[in-house]
C-alpha cells in the first residue's frame, strides 16, 4: 500500500468503507436533523391539542392517553416495576416506622395479624 492510499476495513453493505470516512457513528444525518427542526417548531401547539384533549375529549381513553403523554414528556416514563429478592428470600426487613403490607393483604388484615404477634413491623 501507498502512503497516499487509505487502508480498507470492514464491509459495509457489500462495499469495503474507508477508516475515518463518513457520518461518525450516532451523529444524524442531515435529512433527520431538518425533520427534527421542522417538527419541534409544531411542539408548542402539539402541546396545547394534549392539553385540550386531556381535559375536552369525550372518552375516557383519550383523555388518558393524552394525560399521559404530557407526563412522559414532562418527567420521562414510568419505570416498570421489579420484584426484588434473593434467590425466593424475602428481602431484610423495613426500617423503622415503615409498613410493609403483603401482596394480596388488606391493610386492615395486616393490623388484625401484627396485634396477635403474627406480623413484624420491620
Known sequence: MSANTSKKVGNSGGKLSRAGMGRPKGAVNKATAEVRSLAQEHGPDAIEVLVYLMHKAQS?????????????????????????????????????????????????????????GGGSHG
Do not use: C, F, N
Open 60 to 116: 375516557e381513553r383519550s383523555r388518558i392517553a393524552a394525560a399521559t403523554e404530557l407526563l412522559d414528556r414532562a418527567y420521562g416514563k414510568s419505570v416498570a416495576a421489579v420484584d426484588h429478592t434473593s434467590g425466593g428470600k424475602p428481602l431484610p426487613t423495613a426500617p423503622a416506622g415503615v409498613l410493609v403490607v403483603p401482596a394480596g393483604m388488606s391493610v386492615e388484615d395486616w393490623e388484625k395479624l401484627a396485634a396477635q
